[in-house]
Antibody, heavy 118, light 110 residues
Framework: QVQLQESGPGLVKPSETLSLTCTVS????????WSWIRQPPGKQLEWIGF???????KYNPSLKSRVTISRDTSKNQFYLNLSSVTAADTAVFYC????????????WGQGTLVTVSS | QSALTQPASVSGSPGQSISISCTGT?????????VSWYQRHPGKAPKLMIY???KRPSGVSNRFSGSKSGNKASLTISGLQAEDEADYYC??????????FGGGTKLTVL
C-alpha cells in the first residue's frame, strides 16, 4: 500500500519561502507523477504542479514564477518550495501520486496546514 | 485558468439518487474527456471516485458514475448511503499538462 506523508513548518513568515517534504512509502517515486495540491481555507483545491519520475516538472501557470518541485529518489521524497509567500498562500497542502497528467490521483497524503503570518 | 463551477451543496435521502454538476469551459471540460471526481471526508485525504469521465477505480462502488455533456460533467450517486456524506471535488485536464479543480460540493444525506 502506497502511503504519502507531508512534513514541514506549520508557520511561515510573509516574504519567506515555504518548504515542504512528501515522503513516499510502499512504492518508488522512480515512476509516475508526483504532485502538490493545496486548499486555502474556504476555497477550492488548486493544483500546484508535478514532478515526473524523469525529473521533468510542470507548474500551474498562476504559481510558476514562485514554485519549484524537486525530488530525491534515494530518499524516496519529493519537495515543494514556494517563494515570496503572503497570507493568501495559507492553505492545507497535499502531496499526491498521479498515474498520468490528466488528474488521475490514486494516492494522497493527509495534508498539512501551513499558515503564513508574522 | 478559472476554477470549475460546482454547487455549494446538494442533499438527498438514503436510497435516493443525486447528481453533482461540474461546469467548465471549452478549454477544459468541453474539450477533454479527462474529468475526475474526488470524495473527501472531514480530516481525511481525498479519494478518487471517477477518472477519465466515467471510469471507476477498483474498489469504488458502482453506485458512483460519471458523465459529461458539453462543458458540464456530472457525478451521480445512486442508492444514497449515510457514508456518502462528504465533500466532492471535480478536476479537469485543461491542456499542456495542467489541471483545474472545482470549488467542491458538500453532500448531505438527510
Amino acid at each position: 500500500q502506497v502511503q504519502l506523508q507531508e512534513s514541514g513548518p506549520g508557520l511561515v513568515k510573509p516574504s519567506e519561502t515555504l518548504s515542504l517534504t512528501c515522503t513516499v512509502s510502499g512504492g518508488s517515486i522512480s515512476s509516475y507523477y508526483w504532485s502538490w495540491i493545496r486548499q486555502p481555507p474556504g476555497k477550492q483545491l488548486e493544483w500546484i504542479g508535478f514532478i515526473y519520475y524523469s525529473g521533468t516538472t510542470k507548474y500551474n501557470p498562476s504559481l510558476k514564477s514562485r514554485v519549484t518541485i524537486s525530488r530525491d529518489t534515494s530518499k524516496n521524497q519529493f519537495y515543494l518550495n514556494l517563494s515570496s509567500v503572503t497570507a493568501a498562500d495559507t492553505a492545507v497542502f497535499y502531496c499526491a501520486r498521479g498515474l498520468d497528467t490528466f488528474g488521475h490521483f490514486d494516492y494522497w497524503g493527509q495534508g498539512t496546514l501551513v499558515t503564513v503570518s508574522s | 485558468q478559472s476554477a470549475l463551477t460546482q454547487p455549494a451543496s446538494v442533499s438527498g435521502s438514503p436510497g435516493q439518487s443525486i447528481s453533482i454538476s461540474c461546469t467548465g469551459t471549452n478549454s477544459d471540460v468541453g474539450t477533454y474527456n479527462f474529468v475526475s471526481w474526488y470524495q473527501r471526508h472531514p480530516g481525511k485525504a481525498p479519494k478518487l471516485m471517477i477518472y477519465e469521465g466515467n471510469k471507476r477505480p477498483s474498489g469504488v462502488s458502482n453506485r458512483f458514475s460519471g458523465s459529461k455533456s458539453g462543458n458540464k460533467a456530472s457525478l451521480t450517486i445512486s442508492g444514497l448511503q449515510a457514508e456518502d456524506e462528504a465533500d466532492y471535488y471535480c478536476c479537469s485536464y485543461e491542456g499542456s499538462s495542467t489541471l483545474v479543480f472545482g470549488g467542491g460540493t458538500k453532500l448531505t444525506v438527510l
